[in-house]
């Protein structure tokens, strides 16, 4: 059953002088049909709208779970929140003297933001804006201020700190790691095709390219610091095929691994 809710349903106030405050929050649930919203003239506020199940079509781009779409004040907004069962989308609404030098200090403008490994916590604070104002907390306005603050701040963490794809790296690094690229993108909640271009857009580099640069590098340091043969290498490396690993090795670096090892060695 479609579920929809929303607090405190405030207009916007241009006479408000609070740093930050709350317009409206809510979310919708369990969409039973597409829900277009159009807003040509957009809004006099700030608005973050957040897929944690189900996607949505926002400014014709798809946004979907683990990642925020960003407006600012007079955007033209064009969005659509996509039906299904256990669909589930948060937003809020607000605004304050100090937004537009927050977000301006964060180097934040419209537009979508990856959560990466902040995915989990940025769900959790919009649970936590939406239910100060259901419960009626006694100080809601201030508890939802800090809250969106914390929100804007975990979008805009620098990669060391948030990295969208930390896990996704790490599993592309490992020689043993063998699933597909379409099991990694599981992990996300991504199709296969939006994992790829997400990661390429973030790393410069498709998964697949990735992966096999890092063993390449694995295999030239293994040539050098071993005496292991280069099939032992090429297995060592993640690579199944020595002949594969060869051609690629060459492709990459100039020389067959043969050379690079007698090159550099003598070198030394």
Request: a positive charge.
């Amino acid at each position: 059953m479609q579920q929809i809710m929303s607090f405190p349903n405030r207009d916007f106030d241009p006479g408000n002088k609070a740093p930050v405050y709350i317009i409206n929050c809510g979310y919708y649930k369990n969409v039973a049909i597409p829900i277009p919203v159009s807003r040509p003239d957009g809004r006099p506020d700030y608005q973050l709208i957040l897929p944690v199940i189900g996607e949505m079509t926002i400014d014709r781009k798809k946004v979907v779970p683990g990642e925020i779409f960003l407006y600012c004040p007079n955007y033209p907004q064009n969005y659509t929140y996509s039906e299904g069962e256990r669909t589930e989308y948060y937003w809020v609404h607000f605004h304050g003297t100090y937004i537009d030098s927050i977000c301006s200090s964060l180097s934040l403008k419209n537009g979508v933001y990856s959560l990466g490994e902040g995915k989990k916590d940025v769900e959790r604070l919009f649970r936590m804006i939406f239910r100060g104002f259901a419960d009626r907390y006694e100080y809601a306005d201030i508890h939802g201020s800090g809250l969106v603050c914390s929100i804007l701040s975990l979008i805009a963490a620098p990669p060391a700190i948030s990295s969208p794809f930390n896990k996704a790296m790490k599993l592309l690094r490992d020689p043993s790691y063998n699933r597909s690229i379409a099991e990694i993108a599981k992990i996300y909640e991504m199709s296969e095709g939006h994992f790829i271009r997400s990661f390429k857009k973030y790393t410069g580099q498709s998964p697949n390219a990735f992966r096999i640069a890092n063993r390449l590098e694995i295999a030239s340091d293994m040539l050098l610091s071993t005496t292991m043969t280069v099939a032992e290498i090429s297995f060592a490396a993640g690579f199944s095929d020595s002949l594969y690993f060869s051609r690629l090795f060459k492709k990459y670096y100039k020389l067959s691994p043969y050379e690079y090892r007698k090159n550099n060695l003598m070198e030394r």
